[in-house]
Every structure is written in structure tokens, then in C-alpha cells.
């Protein structure tokens, strides 16, 4: 993503060799992953959200939605995919689907960030949320891991590992595939 920025820029040579197979991977990566490319190798959630792992498939999304933010910021003017011709504002709405999924426009009507709505996670297993005191490592897994209590404290903004490739996910402190 540096090339590209630097590209864009006008700090590289944009005719050298040497830095062309650094662009084309990174506009054939975006082109795939918003489902525009010629090989789509990213697989999407019956609701568009990208899925790229069961472990905490959350992580790698909003990984790969920052990358596509910075990449609308420096495209110039627009980002060719195959036969169609993808603009920064194309980049910005596809962004906003995945983010709309992940806090709460999915088959589950849930958000997958805490605290966000009324109807919030109550099992997500981190020693912040779960633990009413601080407690050594094996006194927080044995007091609170098993438990089915809601969760005794709040942690805004934290995002939980997100859906499984069904968008199901279940909220229980032993998910931890998902959690």
C-alpha cells in the first residue's frame, strides 16, 4: 500500500518495472475482496460480509476495510476491475456495507461491537468484561469462564471475533473460535 501511495503521489517513477507488480497486486487485492475482480477468491456472507477465516473472522474484515479506505483516499481517479470501473465513492459504499453488517444490519440483528445497541453481547469472553475484580490468570478463568452471567462490565467499541460462514455466532464465553 506504501508503492501505492507513493505512487499516486508522484515519489516513485510510475513507468519504472520495478514498482508495477507492487500496484497490480494491490488493485487485483481490492478488486477480489469488493467482488469486482477476476478471481474472486474472497467468499461472502449470505448478507455481503466478507469472510476470509473462521478464527475471528472479524479481525481480518476490518483489517482489509482499512485498507480499502486509504486506497479510496489516494485513487487516481479510479480503479479499473476487469471490465468495470470502480470509483473512490464505490470503495467508500462497499466500506459502509461491511461496517453497517458488523453493528448490526445482519441476519442476527446484532452488533458485534460492545455497547452499541441495547441488545448487547452478554458472554464475549475478555478478562475486562467478564471479571468483576482483578483476579489472577487462573483465578479469572476458573471464577468466570464457565459462568453464564452477563457479563459484569461494558467495554465500548470492543468487537468480538464476528460471525462463522453461516452468519451464526454464538454469544458464550467458550466460543472462543468466534469470540
Not at 52 to 57: L, T
Amino acid at each position: 500500500m506504501t508503492v501505492t501511495k507513493l505512487l499516486f503521489a508522484g515519489g516513485l517513477d510510475d513507468q519504472s518495472e520495478t514498482w508495477t507488480p507492487y500496484l497490480d497486486n494491490v488493485q487485483q487485492f481490492i478488486c477480489n475482496c469488493i467482488q469486482k475482480g477476476l478471481g474472486n477468491f474472497q467468499p461472502t456472507e449470505s448478507e455481503g460480509l466478507l469472510y476470509f477465516n473462521e478464527w475471528n473472522s472479524l479481525n481480518y474484515v476490518t483489517a482489509l476495510l482499512l485498507l480499502v479506505l486509504d486506497y479510496a483516499e489516494v485513487v487516481d481517479p479510479d480503479l479499473q476491475c476487469g471490465d468495470t470501473l470502480v470509483t473512490p465513492g464505490d470503495l467508500y459504499n462497499f466500506v459502509q456495507l461491511q461496517v453497517d453488517y458488523i453493528l448490526g444490519k445482519n441476519p442476527l440483528n446484532m452488533s458485534y461491537m460492545d455497547d452499541i445497541t441495547t441488545e448487547r453481547l452478554q458472554l464475549f469472553l475478555t478478562r475486562m468484561t467478564s471479571q468483576r475484580f482483578r483476579a489472577k490468570c487462573e483465578q479469572g478463568f476458573h471464577a468466570w469462564y464457565t459462568k453464564t452471567e452477563p457479563n459484569p462490565n461494558i467495554l465500548s467499541g470492543a468487537v468480538v471475533g464476528g460471525p462463522n460462514k453461516g452468519d451464526r455466532f454464538t454469544d458464550t464465553r467458550d466460543n472462543y473460535i468466534q469470540n
